[in-house]
């Protein structure tokens, strides 16, 4: 099993900004995928944005141009710096872990952007 633990959720007002971060422990082997995603109350989880072992990033249209995904190795785990936030950014984030077949996720974290 891998446990993940995020941080970095709070309150902040539009324009403002944040950084998630999320560390996986547990039984490591090779992480290929991680992740965050999110959900806004009433919606579906959706993607926010992912980076493999190597670095290759993909991104929300909503949120590229004003979300960065980077990723320690070493460290076993991913961050996101989200720039210029919107109301609509607002819902519980989750970080997400991709090891072989299984798929891990946190407990999550949430952001509240006032207008």
């Known amino acids: 099993q891998v446990q993940l633990v995020e941080s970095g959720g709070g309150l902040v007002q539009a324009g403002g900004s944040l950084r998630l971060s999320c560390a996986a422990s547990g039984r490591i082997f090779s992480i290929n995928l991680m992740g965050w995603y999110r959900q806004a109350p009433g919606k579906q989880r959706e993607l926010v944005a992912h980076?493999?072992?190597?670095?290759?990033?993909n991104y929300a249209d909503s949120v590229t141009g004003r979300f960065t995904i980077s990723r320690d190795n070493a460290k076993n785990s991913v961050y996101l710096q989200m720039n210029s936030l919107k109301p609509e950014d607002t819902a519980v984030y989750y970080c997400?872990?991709?090891?072989?077949?299984?798929?891990?996720w946190g407990q999550g974290t949430q952001v509240t952007v006032s207008s």
């Open positions: 997400n872990a991709r090891q072989f077949y299984d798929n891990y």
């Open positions: 980076i493999t072992s190597g670095g290759i990033t």
